[in-house]
């Protein structure tokens, strides 16, 4: 029998995770031991005969903290390392967890400990923050089918586990097919229009495989860089249908999986009363419904479709400019290099002029020192805890007075084994009460260092940096008095507002003046170069935005009226609902949804539910304005935007705290004036 002593899943992860002695045969004992323990504190609840705020919702807040925290600790390591091992291991517990949290739902013991309590003097005298505790709680048991039939909940039970298996293989056949596919370039000609950057790390890949010339791949960097830059179109066109046709063979096959984990989550959804899985998990969220969700994607569409429309006439006029009048329509590889050769036209500016001035030690330098203004907190490298590869930093995020508030690890470079994306994930989420720092991991796949030269990013790769560390600051600086409520823990079409508002500032002189300086002249950007920056920032702003809206229309026709029986294969259906939203026509077999995450990768994640970038966008284009108003910097802004949306969590409503922060509801049209589609 293992022990805290034998196994590090057992001991205090609040004090230190380990990630240096976590190994795969700790994770089966180690989650089975933490699944009993929380399985027994859950059952104590339930039998409780004086219900009391402390024995029933204060206790189920803090039942399943450990193992939370451990099962959290072990799927993120499954997620960076590419431990066969792990993996291994990590797929064993899974069911066992899913089936836990499954049957914790519809526990008619815990509920009606929970409901007893509710008709007790106390409930009715409770704080705001147990208030909204007792009521989202009790929501959230009904909606999950407490009051079903036993038969019933052992289907809802079976349908979760499955779900839990099937999404968990989609995100590794993702992996797995991304980390297989390589093409090699021996003739350095066929590279022509590469960026220099680019260049090297293909270069420096061939050389780590053993093989001459340069290995082009799918990680996030090179896939961009070739589809922008790399002149050879039958190369763009490679690694565009590789990109697009990932995890569709042999082993790693997404496509029979999508069609079951569909068809699971509208079983799900009709057991427990919905039509469809859209209005089961919108139904808390803002948004409301399925319904609702479609109309506003809807909205943005239509308002989006005329500047799209012209975008794209724009950029065939162009390339017929360049080649002629009988040059063909575009194809979707051409598309991007297009677009980057009519931006620079148009304002000389190309984006890769930037990247001597995003070193990335200076990015997190500046960022650090830029939420230090905001938001009174110093950030500072830590030295004495373990990550889980050498690229791995580890800081520490105190409070003005010195109080240490949290600790965080970034790893932000591609590697094999690692998924692909960019994300936040909390690992300990401490209460005022306990006085615990908050513990999360912030990874991404920026472009990394070459042959012993610095890592220079793009510019978008320092939004995303910036956008993950929104995230991070959400847990960081919760003071919400219960786990459950805290940091993150948030309606899904709110949880993007903290990390896209902090896009906003890479957008402004005197932010990019903090971090932005040449890496070998240490001279800021030229006021020249943000000049023609800025003027560019709005570019195909309708093609970004329909490539989203896309996504959204996908997602929201796949959960709610996607019919095998009648609209025939689900990636042929998936691309159709795309379409239109694509500045070029697919090729036959574009399979862009079986490598999907967002939307397969995990039980819930983001189906139903891509809108929420978008719905939160609008959020932070109007949020920011405070910012624009006041000073970028201003403290007292800062401050607020601090006590209401990242320190509350769902202690508040979401549409509450966007009240206390702006002083009224979201301006609809902020988005699109940011976007240059308004006036």
């Not at 046709?245 to 057991?271: C, F, M, V, W, Y």
């Not at 994607?297 to 500047?307: C, I, Q």
């Not at 949804?593 to 966008?617: M, N």
Request: charged share 20%; proline share 6%.
């Amino acid at each position: 029998m293992q022990t805290p002593q034998t196994n590090p899943l057992l001991g205090d992860l609040d004090a230190r995770l380990p990630f240096d002695t976590l190994t795969a045969a700790h994770v089966v004992p180690g989650i089975t031991a933490l699944i009993d323990e929380a399985s027994a504190a859950l059952a104590a609840i339930g039998a409780v005969t004086a219900p009391t705020w402390a024995n029933t919702l204060g206790a189920l807040d803090a039942a399943t903290a450990r193992l939370e925290t451990a099962m959290g600790l072990v799927d993120h390591l499954e997620g960076v390392l590419g431990d066969p091992a792990l993996r291994e291991a990590y797929n064993a517990v899974q069911p066992q967890v899913s089936a836990f949290y499954s049957k914790l739902g519809r526990d008619e013991a815990l509920f009606g400990a929970c409901e007893a309590f509710a008709a007790t003097p106390a409930a009715a005298t409770l704080p705001t923050d147990q208030a909204r505790f007792l009521e989202t709680t009790l929501d959230a048991f009904r909606r999950a089918g407490v009051a079903l039939a036993p038969d019933a909940k052992a289907q809802v039970e079976a349908i979760d586990v499955e779900l839990t298996e099937r999404t968990t293989r989609f995100a590794q056949n993702v992996v797995d097919s991304s980390d297989a596919w390589s093409l090699d370039v021996t003739d350095e000609a066929r590279l022509a229009g590469l960026p220099a950057a680019a260049k090297a790390a293909a270069r420096a890949d061939a050389k780590a495989a053993g093989v001459e010339g340069w290995r082009l791949t799918l990680k996030p960097p090179c896939y961009v860089a070739v589809l922008t830059y790399l002149n050879d179109a039958a190369l763009r066109e490679a690694l565009y249908r590789a990109y697009n046709t990932r995890a569709t063979s042999a082993e790693h096959d997404n496509r029979p999986l999508i069609g079951r984990i569909l068809e699971l989550r509208r079983q799900k959804a009709n057991l427990l009363g919905y039509p469809d899985i859209s209005d089961l998990l919108l139904a808390p969220r803002m948004v409301k419904s399925g319904a609702n969700a479609r109309r506003f994607v809807d909205d943005l569409r239509a308002r989006s479709e005329a500047a799209f429309a012209a975008e794209q006439a724009e950029l065939l006029a162009f390339r017929r400019q360049l080649e002629g009048p009988d040059a063909p329509a575009l194809a979707p590889w051409d598309v991007s290099w297009y677009a980057e050769k009519l931006r620079q036209h148009t304002y000389a500016f190309d984006e890769e002029a930037l990247r001597p001035y995003f070193e990335v030690q200076g990015v997190l330098k500046g960022m650090f020192a830029l939420v230090g203004r905001l938001y009174g907190v110093h950030i500072s490298p830590l030295t004495d805890r373990p990550g889980w590869h050498p690229d791995v930093g580890v800081y520490a995020l105190d409070d003005h007075s010195g109080t240490r508030l949290g600790v965080f690890y970034a790893d932000l470079f591609p590697r094999a084994g690692k998924r692909a994306g960019a994300w936040m994930r909390p690992m300990v989420t401490g209460t005022p009460a306990d006085g615990v720092p908050h513990v999360a991991v912030m990874c991404a796949n920026v472009t990394a260092a070459v042959d012993g030269g610095p890592a220079l990013l793009t510019h978008r790769e320092v939004e995303t940096l910036f956008h993950e560390f929104g995230h991070l600051l959400h847990h960081l600086l919760t003071t919400a008095r219960l786990r459950s409520q805290a940091g993150t823990n948030v309606a899904w079409d709110f949880v993007e507002l903290p990390s896209q508002i902090m896009e906003n500032w890479t957008w402004h002189a005197a932010a990019l003046d903090l971090f932005a300086r040449h890496h070998e002249t240490g001279a800021p950007i030229p006021p020249a170069l943000f000049e023609k920056m800025q003027a560019a920032r709005t570019f195909r702003a309708a093609s970004a935005q329909m490539r989203q809206l896309g996504f959204g229309t996908a997602d929201l026709a796949l959960h709610r009226d996607y019919d095998p029986a009648a609209d025939g294969d689900v990636i042929e259906y998936a691309a159709q609902q795309m379409q239109p939203f694509s500045p070029a026509p697919f090729f036959d077999g574009y399979a862009m949804i079986a490598s999907f995450t967002h939307l397969f990768g995990s039980p819930v994640g983001y189906a139903a539910a891509y809108y929420s970038y978008k719905w939160a966008e609008v959020l932070d284009a109007d949020a920011f304005t405070r910012f624009e108003s006041a000073g970028l910097f201003s403290r007292e802004v800062g401050r607020q935007f601090r006590d209401t949306v990242l320190a509350q969590g769902d202690s508040v409503a979401p549409d509450a705290l966007f009240r206390l922060f702006m002083g009224r509801d979201p301006d609809p049209e902020a988005l699109l004036r940011r976007a240059g589609l308004a006036a």
